[in-house]
C-alpha cells in the first residue's frame, strides 16, 4: 500500500484495471470497451491535430507524415495511414501479435487527424500557438490514458519498437530513441515543421500519459494498477513512463 498522500499528484506509473479493459484476446471486445478504444484513439489523433494547427512544431511521426504530404499528392491523414500501413508489414519478419486495438490506431488516428486538421483553428498569435500545442500534448496524454486501459493490442509504431527490441537485444529506450530520431530527421528533409512545439512535445508527452492515465483511473474508479507493457499500447514509448 502506497502510504505516501503526494503519491496522487504524480503521474501514474502503471495502467489503471478497469471495468472495460479485455483479458486473453485481442480481438473481442464488449460494445464499451469499443467506445473507449475509439474516443481515445480520436482523441490522440485531435491532439495531433491541434500541433499541426499551430504551426510551431508537432511528433516526430507527424514531422514524418506532413513531409510526405508536402511531396506526395496525398494529406497529412492519408499519409499518416499509410505509414501505420508500412510499419505493420514490417511487423511480419518481426513476427509482432496485432490486435483490434492495432488495426483500430492505423485507421482512427488518422481519420481523426484528418478531419480535425479542417475544424480547430490555426492561431497566428505566438502565445496562442504554444496553448494550442499544450492542449494538443494534454489530448493526446488523455486519449492514451483511455487507449492503454482496453489492452486490445499495440499500436503500430510500438510493435515496431518492442519488435526490433527482442529482435536485436538493444534497451527498449534506445530502440525508441533511435527510430524517432530517424523519423524526426527523414520528415524534416522532406518538410515536416521541426520547432518548439516538438521539443515541448518530447519532453511533455510522457507526464501527459502519465496524468491521462492517473485521471482514467480516478474516473473509472479502478482500484488497482498493472505495469505499463509496452506491448500493450501506442503510449509513445518515453522512459518517464516504463515501470
Keep these: 500500500m502506497n502510504r505516501n498522500p503526494w503519491s496522487r499528484l504524480l503521474p501514474s506509473r502503471s495502467v489503471p484495471l478497469t471495468r472495460w479493459r479485455v483479458e486473453g484476446t485481442r480481438w473481442k471486445a464488449r460494445p464499451t470497451t469499443l467506445l473507449v478504444l475509439a474516443v481515445g484513439l480520436w482523441l490522440f489523433g485531435t491532439g495531433e491535430a491541434l500541433l499541426v494547427d499551430a504551426g510551431i512544431g508537432v ?3 507527424t514531422v514524418f507524415a506532413e513531409g510526405l504530404s508536402t511531396r506526395l499528392p496525398i494529406s497529412i491523414g492519408a499519409a499518416y495511414f499509410w505509414t501505420s500501413v508500412v510499419v505493420l508489414l514490417l511487423w511480419i519478419p518481426l513476427r509482432e501479435r496485432p490486435g483490434l486495438g492495432t488495426l483500430a490506431n492505423a485507421v482512427i488516428i ?4 484528418q478531419v480535425m486538421l479542417e475544424i ?6 505566438f502565445g496562442w500557438q504554444v496553448l494550442q500545442v499544450l492542449a494538443g500534448i494534454a489530448c493526446i496524454g488523455i486519449g492514451s490514458g ?6 486490445l ?7 515496431l519498437m518492442t519488435g526490433i527490441h527482442r529482435r536485436s537485444g538493444s534497451p527498449v529506450s534506445l530502440v525508441r530513441l533511435g527510430i524517432e530520431v530517424a523519423v524526426l530527421s527523414f520528415g524534416w528533409l522532406l518538410g515536416g515543421t521541426v520547432g518548439l512545439g516538438t521539443v515541448l512535445f518530447a519532453l511533455l508527452v510522457g507526464p501527459s500519459v502519465g496524468y491521462g492515465l492517473r485521471a482514467v483511473g480516478l474516473l473509472a474508479g ?5 505495469p505499463i507493457d509496452e506491448n500493450d499500447s501506442d503510449w509513445t514509448g518515453h ?3 516504463e515501470a
Design 59 to 61: 511528433s516526430p511521426w
Design 110 to 113: 488518422a481519420l481523426s487527424l
Design 120 to 125: 480547430l483553428p490555426t492561431p497566428s498569435a
Design 146 to 151: 483511455l487507449y492503454l486501459t482496453t489492452n
Design 153 to 159: 493490442g499495440p499500436g503500430p509504431r510500438d510493435g
Design 222 to 226: 479502478a482500484t488497482a494498477t498493472a
Design 239 to 241: 522512459p518517464e513512463l
